[in-house]
């Protein structure tokens, strides 16, 4: 995955391997998890924990590197700073 920022200051290029999304994950504070459960309905909240999280990241992952290349986020501001993340 490639991170691109570009502004009138900065230009930033961030290369992260898709194998860093487990380890993101489980950097997870379960503080945060304990949250999201409280937003998502009832039926699914109970559901949702680092386990289910990283289960369903496993099971993406190898469809993602399928998709090298998709531009998941393009935003350009007035200012003309731009932001970039592609797989």
Known sequence: MRIIIRSKDVRLFIP???????????????RTIREMQSALPALCGKEVDKKFLR???RECYHALRQFKGLEIVNVTSKDGTYVSVRL
């Open 16 to 30: 992260v391997p898709l194998r860093f999304g487990g380890i993101a994950i489980a950097c997870i504070p379960e």
């Open 55 to 57: 289960r369903a990241y």
